[in-house]
């Protein structure tokens, strides 16, 4: 059974760092992207940041510069390092595993960014 495992979230001010990881596990994920998502209240679950197969990575326009993706395609898993983080930052973030074959999400972790 495939599952993805979350760990890194928190409260931080304003201004500071937080990394996330997301490790995989019961399956084969060669050949998969991997990917960070996240979802304020009221609002839709939206791209953070996005490693394809192939190694290509995609920002969202809000996070550019301040956000860094990686992976470990060995140890199957895909950090997310988080800097200047402001308010606006505040979230639950999921990671994503997808394929043409299937896609697999987190569970979540909550990121709070608060004076």
């Known amino acids: 059974q495939v599952q993805l495992v979350e760990s890194g979230g928190g409260l931080v001010q304003p201004g500071g760092s937080l990394r996330l990881s997301c490790a995989a596990s019961?399956?084969?994920?060669?050949?998969?992207?991997m990917g960070w998502y996240r979802q304020a209240p009221g609002k839709e679950r939206e791209l953070v940041a996005r490693?394809?197969?192939?190694?290509?990575?995609t920002y969202a326009d809000s996070v550019k510069g301040r956000f860094t993706i990686t992976r470990d395609t060995a140890k199957n898993t895909v950090d997310l390092q988080m800097n200047s983080l402001k308010p606006e930052d505040t979230a639950i973030y999921y990671c994503?595993?997808?394929?043409?074959?299937?896609?697999?999400w987190g569970q979540g972790t909550q990121v709070t960014v608060s004076s």
């Open positions: 490693i394809s197969r192939l190694g290509s990575i």
């Open positions: 019961g399956g084969m994920f060669s050949g998969y992207a």
């Open positions: 994503k595993f997808d394929s043409v074959f299937a896609n697999y």
